[in-house]
């Protein structure tokens, strides 16, 4: 053996990744190998550590992923920086000589973006130095390096380190490659997930270890090493520590030897651990992956659903009283059908219900419903990822008989269990049971077919629930959608989530409907903020019934399913005042307002959204109920711009409905933003311009507080009319502000603007007058001299323009003044439109920009058109320079006296090319 040196207890810096939330299952496990300096950080733990401790960390950290050696942190700014502090750190002490090594970069700042390049950059710097050294260069082995190099760029800094565990800790060496179940569970999130569960405390009171589903085994694995008290790096052969200069061979041996004698001993006292899959294919793959870890003799295997559990826990007739089920089900990503997701629930209940007090149960699953269906209350959680989904760990306390359940009366008088994850789910039952009854007998008496029967009556119970009546291929089915309201911000989120499965749960039960019918919408705070989501995530496309019109819904892809139940009334309105007229529906959504207006008797229809799945939609409801022909008219638009482009046309209409969205960013609308309380106004105003006389709008929005701007409204001459309590269907009377609704007409004192004849303004295009390109200087736009801000009879002739155009202080040309700065052009000193000495826009020194020059250069050495101009130039060349296709004397854009165009602005010369002058004053000209 060899001797010891000072060497062997060098201490070292170190850190250990982990999965994010275990960080304290991490650094516990870092003190029982008797490590001190330990400090928890995000997603890993910082340590301090000797050559021999390293070698324990190693072999021993079940939630690690790796260990890095800390070499040094060097800066970082750019790569030039970051080369040359690699370049000075002493790599010979650290790679051997004919050592291979590799390069792993993560995190990027401003200067270094690539994490490929950083690699390469470090790379370089290391090869750099070792062949200054000793004359060579050692190889690069990406993919098996003696030593791995990582390098961690943080702002201006970088982590320089050494991987000395080598391979991702989570292999292993018990599974085979390219042989595993579809979604396997990593081992170190299996361990990190058996130990989070409480197993060493079942252990040290004698308990036992359960998976009813165990895909590949890993958790019984997992489990069995941890009460065997098996290193998890035991069956491994290679490390990252092997290639590295201090590596210390008999050390490490020392460390293996303790570990096997820890590991006999372990073996000896294993408390019983099974676990059974449904899958006899899935059975022999955990079996032949405990094998592999030396625990096949150690694991009891079966092949059973999970509903059968407890009859493999008994030991001679008994169900322990102390142990551990720990699973990760399938949850409908990736192996199962979210509909399944109620029976494989319901089996892990059934299996757990024998078993006594005492037991602790962990689920791995993304699924909320999973407590309802559990009928138990999670006593502590923690997220995870297992792979790229997001998913939560609950731990169970069970106790025998406690399951929850309640007695749900349903629609049709039997009487139900229902397991429900929250006491007072009772209340809500009931509640539900009054409201429908009622609701029902109102709705068939009326012949309305889809209708609300609860809105967050209870504050607890913070849900709408519709019913949705089967029509036409549906004809019989009936639907139910569950829609979570946003929870307060004093509500525990878990327990909402709670809530609202039990709803769900209760809702099904009480009009017994089968899963497939029941949808829900539930509200998940992610990155960016909250959004709906439904449970299956899927489209589901039904037909349903209103007014004896037919209508698509979709019951699960959408936030709303396609019509608006609280608009009921108001299109039956529309629909009855829509006889011969000439009907527009305004952020149309699904067409259901242009159905009723169609039927109604109307002339036209015009039906416009910014959504063409919504347009298509939107058609699909007209033709359904019999509407075609070019009579109706479907226009794809950002609503908002279309109403302002129409209104200089000559369209008008007779009635139209108009609902738009709260708020709006959608990508269609540019760079600006719909806000409908700072918006409606102007909206409404434009609308008023393209109503007919007679006309009438149906103006409707969903905001609780919003408040119509009677005041501007009346300025513009258009009466209001508030009809929102008219419009309040019985099914939403409990909460009158759902929505507001206004009749808007054209008062007798209305003045509509007369639109400027096409022709009129192609000819003031063509003329100039719009764009100051005459010759006149009768523009409000003209470049030419106003006569001291006089706004209409200045005489343009040589660009001087003295005075402002609207009060008179300074010039826009001249040299003595500009429109913003004293004694500069448009934005430069002494001239030009940025700097130099010359005139804006004309003037016999200037050009567009620079000094004695044209557009953009100085002193006149380049002579081009837009760019050059030296003498009497007007916007570029001058004094017989080239204009744009290089052919005639004269300037661009104007001669010696011109402004931007110029009296003699083409007389000679060409102008964006070879037009000789064929109209003075004019943008060609």
Same mark, same amino acid.
């Given at each position: ?62 939630? +690690? ?184 061979? %008999? ?34 793959? +955990? ?51 979210? %509909? ?354 007679? *006309? ?80 006149? *200087? ?92 030296? *003498? ?29 165009? *110029? ?23």
């Amino acid at each position: 053996m060899q001797e010891q040196t000072s060497e062997t207890f060098e201490i070292f810096e170190f850190y250990a990744r982990c999965a994010s939330g275990f960080e304290p299952l991490l650094a516990q496990e870092l003190k029982d190998l008797n490590i001190k300096r330990i400090r928890p950080l995000k997603g890993g733990v910082a340590f301090f550590a000797s050559l021999k401790q390293m070698y324990r960390a190693c072999l021993w950290l079940r939630t +690690a992923s790796r260990v890095l050696l800390v070499l040094d942190r060097v800066g970082a700014r750019d790569a030039d920086e970051l080369y040359t502090r690699v370049n000075q750190m002493p790599w010979e002490k650290h790679v051997g000589l004919g050592k291979t090594l590799a390069v792993h970069a993560h995190g990027v700042n401003d200067q270094l973006r690539n994490t490929q390049f950083i690699a390469v950059k470090v790379k370089d710097a290391i090869c750099d130095r070792l062949r200054r050294l000793r004359g060579e260069r050692p190889d690069v082995n990406p993919k098996n390096p003696d030593v791995q190099i990582d390098v961690a760029v943080r702002y201006d800094k970088a982590t320089i380190s050494i991987n000395v565990s080598g391979q991702p800790l989570h292999r292993r060496g018990y599974r085979e490659d390219g042989v595993q179940a579809q979604a396997p569970l990593k081992e170190t999130l299996a361990a990190s997930i058996v130990l989070f569960s409480g197993w060493k405390e079942v252990i040290a009171q004698g308990g036992m270890f359960a998976d009813p589903m165990c895909g590949s085994g890993t958790l019984a694995i997992e489990a069995a090493m941890i009460a065997a008290d098996m290193a998890p790096g035991i069956t491994r052969s290679e490390w990252g520590f092997d290639g590295w200069v201090k590596h210390d061979e %008999d050390l490490w041996n020392q460390v293996l030897e303790e570990a096997d004698e820890r590991m006999e001993a372990g073996l000896a006292t294993l408390p019983r651990i099974v676990a059974g899959d449904i899958d006899p294919e899935m059975v022999e793959m +955990a079996r032949a992956n405990a094998k592999r870890a030396g625990l096949s003799q150690h694991i009891e295997f079966y092949v059973d659903d999970a509903s059968k559990l407890s009859k493999h826990l008994l030991y001679e007739g008994k169900i322990p009283k102390r142990g551990l089920v720990a699973t990760n089900p399938p949850y409908g990503q990736r192996l199962l059908e979210t %509909d399944q997701l109620p029976e494989v629930y319901e089996a892990l209940a059934s299996g757990c219900e024998k078993i006594e007090s005492g037991w602790n149960l962990a689920v791995i699953t993304p699924d909320d419903a999973i407590d309802t269906a559990l009928g138990l209350v999670p006593e502590k959680t923690n997220p995870l990822f297992n792979g790229a989904i997001e998913t939560l760990l609950r731990v169970y306390r069970m106790e025998r008989g406690k399951r929850l359940q309640i007695l749900v009366e349903t629609a049709f008088g039997h009487s139900c269990k229902v397991h429900v994850a929250e006491e007072n789910t009772t209340q809500f039952a009931d509640r539900l049971r009054k409201v429908a009854r009622e609701r029902s007998k109102w709705a068939k008496k009326t012949g309305v077919r889809c209708y609300r029967v609860y809105d967050a009556d209870l504050p607890d119970y913070s849900v709408a629930v519709d019913l949705y009546h089967g029509a036409g291929p549906d004809e019989g089915k009936l639907f139910a959608r569950v829609t979570e309201y946003a929870p307060p911000a004093t509500i525990d989120p878990l327990r909402a989530q709670r809530r609202f499965h039990d709803a769900v749960a209760v809702v099904a039960t009480y009009f017994e409907l089968p899963q497939e019918r029941v949808f829900s919408k539930t509200r998940r705070h992610a990155k960016g903020g909250g959004q709906y989501q439904d449970a299956r995530g899927e489209s589901f496309v039904a037909y349903t019934e209103e007014a004896g019109f037919q209508f698509e819904v979709d019951m699960g892809g959408y936030l709303d399913t396609g019509i608006f139940l609280d608009h009921r009334d108001t299109r039956c309105m529309v629909g009855e005042m829509a006889k011969d007229k000439r009907f527009l529906n305004l952020f149309a959504y699904t067409g259901t307002a242009t159905v009723h207006a169609a039927a109604g008797g109307a002339a036209s229809t015009t039906t416009v959204d910014m959504s063409q799945t919504y347009l298509n939609w939107a058609r699909r409801n007209m033709e359904r109920n019999g509407f075609f022909g070019m009579q109706h008219r479907y226009c794809r638009a950002d609503a908002t711009s279309w109403v302002f482009e129409e209104a200089k046309g000559p369209n008008r209409y007779d009635l139209i409905f108009c609902d738009p969205p709260t708020f709006s960013n959608s990508k269609t609308m540019g760079e600006r933003t719909w806000a409908i309380q700072r918006d409606h106004a102007k909206l409404i105003c434009a609308l008023g311009r393209i109503l007919s006389p007679e *006309g009438i709008l149906v103006f409707s929005c969903n905001l609780r507080n919003f408040k119509i701007d009677t005041e501007r409204l009346a300025q513009e001459h258009l009466e209001v009319e508030d009809i929102t309590a008219r419009t309040i269907p019985h099914d939403f009377e409990r909460n009158p502000k759902i929505h507001h609704c206004f009749l808007i007409k054209r008062g007798a004192d209305y003045v509509e603007p007369e639109p400027k004849p096409e022709k009129e303004r192609d000819e003031r295009r063509r003329d100039g007058k719009r764009t100051g390109f005459n010759d006149k *200087g009768d523009s409000r736009r003209d470049f030419g001299d106003r006569g001291h801000g006089n706004r209409k009879d200045g005489e343009r002739g040589r660009g001087k323009r003295e005075g402002d155009r609207r009060n008179g202080n300074g010039t826009w040309d001249k040299r003595e003044g500009s429109r913003r700065n004293d004694k500069e052009g448009f934005r430069g000193k002494d001239g030009g439109f940025r700097k130099g000495e010359g005139k804006q826009f004309g003037e016999r020194s200037g050009g567009y920009r620079g000094d004695r020059d044209g557009f953009k250069c100085e002193d006149g050495r380049r002579h081009d058109a837009f760019r050059s101009g030296k *003498g009497d130039s007007g916007f570029a060349a001058g004094k017989g320079k080239r204009s744009f296709d290089g052919r005639s004397k004269g300037a661009s854009f104007g001669k010696r006296d011109g402004g931007f165009s *110029g009296n003699r602005g083409a007389s000679r010369g060409g102008n964006f090319g070879n037009h000789h002058g064929k109209r003075p004053g004019s943008p060609r000209g």
